[in-house]
């Protein structure tokens, strides 16, 4: 059984590496998959489509959104990694791709995670969502309420782990939205990251799916799936030079051919694209106040989303910056005081806010008589 893994194992490395060399461009037809798409999660601007609307089956890639639930439900209090999980039933008698869970079994938050992550343990999903929802049809109706959250317009979840059934449906853009907001929750990279890793004292091992995970540069996660209806099946994240993207594949025919696109997605997006994230390039970094118990407020560029560009973009990109020459208190930190426009080729790209840094307060007689009472106590 090693043996066969292993042979499996190294034939799609040595598949997927031919994929490896980037593109300057892509067609539909060097992508064997129907159904494919891949952003820069942070824009969410689309780097390459093809039938990323299309409504398909998804397999595991379900999984995602289970995943970004629990991890939204760990970040807010409901649950902790070190919650004791019972294991129904019902979770039980999943099959598929599993852990071999029996009823009444106990396992943490933490590994029921891993094993989903990894193992794709379909047994362990749904252990998860009766964890913290009390049955997996309650849970899936808060799969179905998070992604018209997410503006998953092709997406119905019938269940939480992927298993074929009737109407459970979604597209490579829905899943990509899905996986954007998952990998804001860096610490799932702990577990899309592991390759080999054991559970019940050592007793149980389980492998990783995604075989992008040995031949693939800056490879992060996240997640495949294969099923009858779905075909084979993969949301793939990445990051290089501080870029991720996200590719996603549903419906190919083979395990190897969803690898080996999803590695050209990827290649593509970073031989031809590049990051930035908007700059106050002015030697101004301060303006007056007026009437204020300061005299002036320090300012800066307000966050901004990254910009996704062509290579070689970031520098032809100029900076139109217009700021207020003074203001008036009360100045609250975060309070709009100007604007830099970003063009390319006379062409707007985006427009960032210049802020406020802190708070200034209007001067009011009693507000003097106070800081001069306290420079007086310190003397």
Known sequence: MFIKRLLAVIFTLLIVMSATEPSSALSDEEISSPSVVLIEPQSLKILYEKNANEQRACASITKVMTLLLVMEAIESGKIAYDD?????????????SDIWLEVGEQMTVDEMIKATAVASANDAAVALAEHLCGSEDEFVSLMNKRAKELNMKNTVFK????????????????????????????KIYDYTKIWIDHLRGGETQIVNTNKLLKSFDGITGLKTGTTSQAGSCISATANRNG???????????????????????????????????????????????????????????KESTALVLEKGG??????????????????NKGDKVGEITLTLDDKTLSKVDIIACEDVEKMTFSAVFYELFCALVTL
């Open 84 to 96: 004791v999980v019972t294991t129904s039933e019902h979770a039980k008698s999943m099959g598929g």
């Open 159 to 186: 269940n939480c782990n992927g298993l074929d059934e009737e109407g459970h449906i979604t597209s490579a853009y829905d899943v990509a939205l899905m996986s954007a907001e998952l990998i804001k929750h860096e």
């Open 314 to 331: 970031s520098e032809k990109v100029t900076q139109n910056v217009k700021i207020k020459e003074s203001v008036k208190a009360q100045v």
């Open 243 to 301: 870029m991720d993207l996200v590719a996603v594949v549903l419906g190919s025919d083979t395990g190897t051919a969803r690898f080996k696109d999803a590695a050209m997605l990827l290649n593509y997006g970073f031989a031809n694209y590049e990051v930035i994230k908007p700059k106050l390039k002015t030697e101004v970094n301060e303006i007056k106040v007026e009437n204020g118990m300061q005299s002036a407020v320090k300012i800066d560029c």
